[in-house]
């Protein structure tokens, strides 16, 4: 098994560009999910799907969406890249929503800087 | 090399010593907790996690105590390695919910 992948590893965009962030998991996990992590700091919440066609914000979900049209895949979209947006986003995934099981497993991250 | 109490942002410790790295949690409703390592330019990766029915459980080479009276939880890690040189981040999880909330972290770094 692969695990989550992410791509692209690295990005600069322009303020004002749009772009998505492919993420894939070949675990048949259900629930998935977007955090960003910001320089010194911990993971932040920005959306999270618990199967195929369903999705929800999370804590920061300002500024970026979401889709989850199947199980293994779920992108990140970025419509108007501002500088508070630069940042390391890591995709991750389980198979159970809470208790033992939610230990989510991680991509290896993409880190956006926008210019 | 151990450091207990206090959350602190970093930790040095010299190789072969023990490191206790602590969080301090913020909802009493969580009932499951998880210990993730960061190494430079990857993602967490799950080391251990505890349920709150618990308050020791054990691994290789590392150890997670839960204190749900003060919402406290360490990570000890015996005989620190080199390759322990990492950031470290709690994490927990409320029953019901679907998400994981992480902890600031703690940057530990080995000294040979």
């Known amino acids: 098994n692969a695990g989550v992948t992410q791509t692209p590893k690295f990005r600069i965009l322009k303020i004002g560009q749009s772009m998505t962030l492919q993420c894939t998991q070949d675990?048949?996990?259900?629930?998935m999910y977007w955090y960003r992590q910001d320089p010194g700091m911990g993971l932040k919440l920005i959306y999270y799907?618990?199967?195929?066609?369903?999705?929800d914000k999370g804590e920061v979900p300002n500024g970026y969406n979401v889709s989850r049209s199947t199980t293994e895949d779920f992108p990140l979209r970025l419509e108007l890249a501002a500088p508070s947006q630069t940042s390391v986003y890591f995709c991750?995934?389980?198979?159970?929503?809470?208790?033992?099981?939610?230990?989510?497993?991680f991509g290896q991250g993409t880190r956006l800087t926008v210019v | 090399g151990e450091n207990v109490g206090l959350h602190l942002p970093t930790l040095s410790v010299q190789e072969g010593d023990n490191s206790i790295i602590n969080c301090a949690y913020s909802?009493?409703?969580?009932?499951?907790f998880i210990w993730y390592k960061q190494e430079s330019g990857k993602g967490p990766q799950f080391i251990i996690d505890?349920?709150?029915?618990?308050d020791k459980r054990q691994g290789q080479r590392v150890t997670v105590l839960l204190n749900k009276t003060v919402k406290h939880l360490s990570l000890q890690i015996a005989a620190t390695q080199p390759g322990d040189s990492a950031v470290y981040f709690c994490?927990?999880?409320?029953?019901?919910?679907?998400?994981?909330?992480f902890g600031a972290g703690t940057t530990v770094t080995v000294r040979a």
């Open positions: 991750a995934s389980s198979y159970s929503s809470s208790g033992a099981g939610t230990e989510a497993f």
């Open positions: 675990m048949n996990h259900n629930y």
């Open positions: 799907s618990v199967g195929a066609g369903i999705t």
């Open positions: 909802n009493s409703a969580s009932d499951y």
């Open positions: 505890i349920r709150s029915n618990m």
């Open positions: 994490a927990e999880n409320m029953e019901g919910d679907y998400k994981l909330s």
